[in-house]
């Protein structure tokens, strides 16, 4: 028998997909996290962040979910809103260096959580994560490890090397302490890179615990192994304010839309190509270098009619 969602924590968890460079991903993984959040009967805000984006792309996003009805309430943000006084989406002008240091991908996590979400807690869903219809419901399996923390990361089993894949819990109390982390200086890591610009001993780990071995890999999402970093650098002890859980109820593509893609990503592929990935889901995705990086990789996995029977 499921699990019945408990109160408390869950009840108060709010949603947040960050949906990058393309519609398709993040339409997939919004609306399977909708059903499991009706098939659960809980009701919260789910937050859409469009970052990297041409405008065309995020209208028929929004146009597309106004029709799809759920007892959650949608907030679709435009990523770095408010920060920009002249242009509204500066992605739809050329991309360059000056771009890339005003609204970078590796910067709308620190933008997020420091700035634009209201005070809570919240879970992060990678764009290309699908979670199960029983998700929701079974989340009360690992509320426990999100109870007074302030992060809780992945505890990988599976191949991924990032902080932030396939999601991670955040309570955005966690904002003051952040106040003096360099904005602009996640694009160069500052933290990875720079350390002489922390005010620290400059020891490659700064606590005695096993939690911080773990997160101390080099290819973590910048955006969030930069605050990790850069809150165990100056104290130490908050290192107890972090987590590592195993998620489930989910499936995660890790990346294959744009890297060569393993075995076992194919089978996953081929299982999204045959329901959750709608055709609807690519109309404002073609002609998109993300598209044709996808295409690619299903030529080379041998997917590529799956896509045409979609």
């Not at 997160?215 to 107890?240: C, G, H, M, Q």
């Amino acid at each position: 028998m499921n699990e019945q969602p408990s109160g408390g924590l869950l009840k108060d968890l709010n949603y947040v997909i960050v949906s990058h460079e393309c519609n398709f991903w993040g339409m997939a993984s919004s609306a399977a996290l909708l059903e499991s959040l009706d098939a659960a009967g809980m009701t919260t805000t789910v937050y859409i962040v469009h970052n990297g984006k041409k405008t065309a792309q995020i209208d028929y996003f929004k146009h597309y979910f106004q029709d799809v009805e759920s007892l959650s309430e949608v907030v679709q943000v435009l990523a770095y809103e408010g920060v920009f006084l002249q242009v509204e989406n500066c992605f739809d002008f050329t991309h360059g260096l000056s771009q890339a240091f005003l609204a970078s991908h590796p910067m709308i996590l620190n933008w997020l959580i420091k700035y634009k979400l209201p005070e809570g807690r919240y879970l992060f869903i990678d764009h290309d994560c699908i979670v199960h219809r029983d998700f929701v419901r079974n989340l009360s399996r690992v509320s426990k490890e999100m109870n007074d923390r302030w992060f809780v990361f992945p505890d990988h089993e599976g191949p991924y090397s990032s902080l932030t894949a396939p999601m991670f819990y955040c309570d955005t109390s966690v904002r003051g302490y952040l106040a003096d982390l360099c904005d602009t200086g996640w694009v160069c890591n500052v933290v990875y890179d720079d350390r002489d610009k922390l005010v620290c001993s400059g020891r490659a780990l700064y606590t005695s615990s096993e939690f911080e071995r773990r997160i101390a890999k080099p290819n973590f999402d910048d955006t969030l192994y930069n605050v990790a970093r850069y809150l165990l650098s100056r104290w130490p002890e908050l290192v107890n304010k972090f987590g590592l859980v195993l998620w489930q109820d989910l499936d995660h593509v890790g990346q294959g839309a744009t890297r060569k893609l393993d075995r076992r990503q194919v089978t996953l592929l081929r299982q999204l190509l045959a329901g959750p990935l709608k055709p609807a889901y690519f109309v404002a995705d073609k002609g998109s270098a993300t598209f044709a990086k996808l295409l690619d990789r299903l030529m080379e996995s041998g997917l590529f009619h799956e896509l045409a029977r979609a």
